[in-house]
Nanobody
Framework: DVQLVESGGGSVQAGGSLRLSCSPA?????????MAWFRKAPGKEREGAAA????????NYADSVKGRFTISRDNAENALILEMNNLRPEDTAMYYC?????????????????WGRGTQVTVS
């Protein structure tokens, strides 16, 4: 199994920025996998925020984060990165990294097999 570890969460004021990172704890993530960030706010459904297709072929973003969030992969560090700018209070959530070999919607959580434990982002 793949063990994923997220980092970079924290508390910021509206308009601020954060950089989340997700790294596998136990093995190298082959570039043939799709990697994504999901988030879950209290009382809300889990939402796909951004996804990076296999071999970096395509990026998908939720409408709510387009133009503000950027997903990328740091190949040297074998890490998935989420750059979050112009943060809003509604971005407050636990953010999770996910990895899988998928054929369907890259922002559908059901398509991902491996998950991290999350990192909290709070925007006030």
């Amino acid at each position: 199994d793949v063990q994923l570890v997220e980092s970079g969460g924290g508390s910021v004021q509206a308009g601020g920025s954060l950089r989340l990172s997700c790294s596998p704890a136990n093995k190298f993530i082959d570039r043939g996998f799709t990697m994504a960030w999901f988030r879950k706010a209290p009382g809300k459904e889990r939402e796909g925020a951004a996804a990076l297709g296999e071999r970096g072929s395509k990026r998908n973003y939720a409408d709510s984060v387009k133009g503000r969030f950027t997903i990328s992969r740091d190949n040297a560090e074998n890490a998935l990165i989420l750059e979050m700018n112009n943060l809003r209070p509604e971005d407050t959530a636990m953010y999770y990294c996910a990895v899988g070999q998928i054929a369907g919607d890259p922002l559908d959580a059901a398509n991902f097999r491996y998950w991290g434990r999350g990192t909290q982002v709070t925007v006030s």
